[in-house]
């Protein structure tokens, strides 16, 4: 079935280790998103990229990186930058379908810093 | 994208239909009103889309002010399930339409 892997679901980070959040997306989609979620809050936006090999900052893009090499690819690395990179982070990508240019999301990735 | 303004909760009891209401003053001609729900700890589903039409699917209602500043997504008859963030967004119909802003949703809590 098409839709949005991110992985993996549940990861510990060291505090000063980089972590490196995997989305693969099947739905042919061009643009790709990273959400942020904060418990009991709503989604900020980090990264987004319309195009391979091209992406934009959201409001809350540092500490974090991303990478766009393949269409179907969007990963985000948390770096050592970030001071509190606790939080569930959200995939997401649109295009265009029955249900119009509706934005999809993966199941979200916890990170945890311990 | 225009933001929006959303109540940051409401309670409906089950039966009833849930009418979760959004303002978006500043949206422009070519943005659509799209919902979407958020059930704790996974990534949030869309509900329904709309441009200045009221439309309907199996899931809500959306009903669209005549001069677009808001709009309310009815859940005719709420259950336990419908339980969730709601949030309302406007972006344009465009695939690539840049960044996507999410506000802080409504948490609306279904009560048997």
């Known amino acids: 079935d098409g839709g949005i892997t991110q992985s993996p679901k549940y990861l510990f980070r060291k505090e000063g280790q980089n972590v490196t959040l995997s989305c693969e997306q099947n739905l042919n989609h061009d643009a790709m998103y990273w959400y942020r979620q904060d418990p009991g809050q709503g989604l900020r936006l980090i990264y987004y990229s319309q195009i391979v090999n091209d992406f934009q900052k959201g409001d809350i893009a540092e500490g974090y990186s991303v990478s766009r090499e393949k269409k179907e690819s969007f990963p985000l690395t948390v770096t050592s930058a970030q001071k509190n990179p606790t939080a569930f982070y959200l995939c997401a990508s649109t295009g265009y379908s029955t249900s119009g240019n509706t934005i999809y999301f993966g199941e979200g990735s916890w990170l945890t810093v311990v | 994208d225009a933001k929006t303004t959303q109540p940051p909760s409401m309670d409906c009891a089950e039966g009833r239909a849930a009418n979760l209401p959004c303002n978006h003053s500043?949206?422009?001609?070519?943005?659509?009103v799209y919902w979407y729900r958020q059930i704790h700890s996974q990534g949030p589903q869309y509900i329904i889309h709309g441009l200045k039409n009221n439309e309907t699917n199996e899931m809500a209602s959306l009903i669209i002010t005549e001069d677009r500043k808001s709009s309310t997504l009815i859940l005719p008859h709420a259950t336990l399930r419908d339980t969730a963030v709601y949030y309302c967004?406007?972006?344009?119909?465009?695939?690539?339409?840049?960044?996507?802003?999410f506000g802080d949703g409504t948490t609306l809590t279904v009560k048997p």
């Open positions: 500043t949206i422009s001609g070519n943005e659509y």
């Open positions: 967004i406007v972006r344009t119909y465009n695939t690539n339409a840049g960044k996507s802003t």
